[in-house]
């Protein structure tokens, strides 16, 4: 197949790529380059099969030349981690909903099968745990920027379903919890590489909030599976699926686990919210994903867990620091 991968040369993306030239596609990456990377599309195997456009998924003229020739659309394109969002608000909301209007519009002239990559922020503020598709979502206030992000994916969910309602356009919704790996970078507030490269080099290991709130980290390796599986199965079609881990654990215990497996003596150091994003920052205690909807569908059964996640990232860190 010929597949096109909005944002293609991000840390999911270019994983996605990988993976997708390994089964023999042909793939075509529209990325511009503004979080994703040309590293790291470096060396792909299987890369003659590989054209990268470099450009905005809000150009239509080229989305739509690329759309139409495409068998399969992978839309992972979007502003990501909380310190972009929090310093580029205007850039978040119009990446996020112009850029997907843009595809969703050519996927639906040309007929093409449409993935959108979500978020488990679209949550929000809700508090029953473990979180489920159908759960209802609570945001917070539009004063607080936190929260235009959840807002902008879950517009985007609402339009993409949209379609399959109207139309019939196949569409599948994916909500990605926490997901972590090689290549992917701290830049944007992602906090195990943030930490891992804190603890590699001696410096003091930040843990956000008080440390008592709890995440389910993900390798990147199964979220990938998971997205290979999807257009195999027809009954994904108009629907929305958590992709992620249901083992949880605090920041401050990971933080801990990561000076284990840096073999690191950095201090711990912790920083109020209110120092680290400004004041009126807001953030969920527990984020917790239901996977019955996935295993149900996609026989989705995560099969790497925090030991792992933190070994490839830890190598490739430790590779990078000693160049």
Same mark, same amino acid.
């Given at each position: 197949?010929?597949?096109?991968?909005?944002?293609?040369?991000?840390?999911?993306?270019?994983?996605?790529?990988?993976?997708?030239?390994?089964?023999?596609?042909?793939?075509?990456?529209?990325?511009?380059?503004?979080?994703?990377?040309?590293?790291?599309?470096?060396?792909?195997?299987?890369?003659?099969?590989?054209?990268?456009?470099?450009?905005?998924?809000?150009?239509?003229?080229?989305?739509?030349?690329?759309?139409?020739?495409?068998?399969?659309?992978?839309?992972?394109?979007?502003?990501?981690?909380?310190?972009?969002?929090?310093?580029?608000?205007?850039?978040?909301?119009?990446?996020?909903?112009?850029?997907?209007?843009?595809?969703?519009?050519?996927?639906?002239?040309?007929?093409?099968?449409?993935?959108?990559?979500?978020t488990s922020?679209?949550?929000?503020?809700?508090?029953?745990?473990?979180?489920?598709?159908?759960?209802?979502?609570?945001?917070?206030?539009?004063?607080?920027?936190?929260?235009?992000?959840?807002?902008?994916? /879950?517009?985007?969910?609402?339009?993409?379903? /949209?379609?399959?309602?109207?139309?019939?356009?196949p569409v599948?919704?994916?909500?990605?919890?926490?997901?972590?790996?090689?290549?992917?970078?701290?830049?944007?507030?992602?906090?195990?590489?943030?930490?891992?490269?804190?603890?590699?080099?001696?410096l003091p290991?930040? =843990?956000?909030?008080?440390?008592?709130?709890?995440?389910?980290?993900?390798?990147? /390796?199964?979220?990938?599976? /998971?997205?290979?599986?999807?257009?195999?199965?027809?009954?994904?079609?108009?629907?929305?699926?958590?992709?992620?881990?249901?083992?949880?654990?605090?920041?401050?215990?990971?933080?801990?686990?990561?000076?284990?497996?840096?073999?690191?003596?950095?201090?711990?150091?912790?920083?109020?919210?209110?120092?680290?994003?400004?004041?009126?920052?807001?953030?969920?205690?527990?984020?917790?994903?239901?996977?019955?909807?996935?295993?149900?569908?996609?026989?989705?059964?995560?099969?790497?867990?925090?030991?792992?996640?933190?070994?490839? =990232?830890?190598?490739?860190?430790?590779?990078?620091?000693?160049?």
């Amino acid at each position: 197949m010929r597949i096109l991968v909005t944002g293609g040369a991000g840390f999911i993306g270019s994983h996605l790529c990988q993976a997708l030239l390994e089964q023999g596609h042909q793939v075509e990456v529209l990325d511009d380059l503004s979080t994703g990377s040309l590293e790291n599309l470096e060396g792909l195997q299987g890369g003659r099969n590989l054209s990268l456009h470099v450009g905005s998924v809000n150009d239509a003229a080229l989305v739509e030349r690329l759309v139409s020739r495409a068998q399969y659309v992978y839309h992972l394109a979007s502003a990501v981690g909380v310190r972009l969002i929090i310093d580029q608000p205007v850039r978040t909301i119009e990446s996020i909903v112009g850029g997907t209007t843009v595809v969703l519009e050519a996927c639906h002239r040309h007929g093409t099968p449409f993935l959108l990559t979500s978020t488990s922020e679209v949550y929000g503020k809700g508090s029953r745990v473990p979180f489920c598709e159908e759960d209802d979502t609570v945001m917070g206030p539009t004063s607080t920027r936190r929260w235009s992000y959840a807002c902008a994916k /879950a517009l985007d969910e609402f339009l993409a379903l /949209a379609y399959w309602v109207e139309s019939r356009l196949p569409v599948t919704v994916v909500r990605l919890f926490n997901t972590v790996g090689p290549r992917q970078t701290g830049q944007y507030g992602m906090v195990i590489p943030n930490l891992v490269e804190q603890a590699l080099r001696g410096l003091p290991v930040t =843990v956000y909030g008080d440390g008592t709130q709890t995440r389910c980290f993900t390798h990147v /390796a199964d979220i990938v599976d /998971a997205l290979l599986a999807i257009p195999h199965h027809p009954e994904t079609r108009g629907q929305v699926i958590n992709l992620g881990n249901d083992q949880e654990i605090s920041i401050l215990q990971l933080a801990r686990e990561i000076l284990k497996a840096t073999g690191s003596s950095s201090p711990l150091e912790i920083i109020p919210y209110e120092k680290a994003y400004g004041p009126g920052f807001e953030d969920m205690h527990r984020r917790v994903p239901s996977l019955e909807k996935a295993a149900r569908l996609l026989g989705y059964h995560p099969r790497h867990g925090l030991p792992e996640i933190l070994r490839d =990232v830890v190598e490739e860190k430790r590779r990078k620091l000693s160049r």
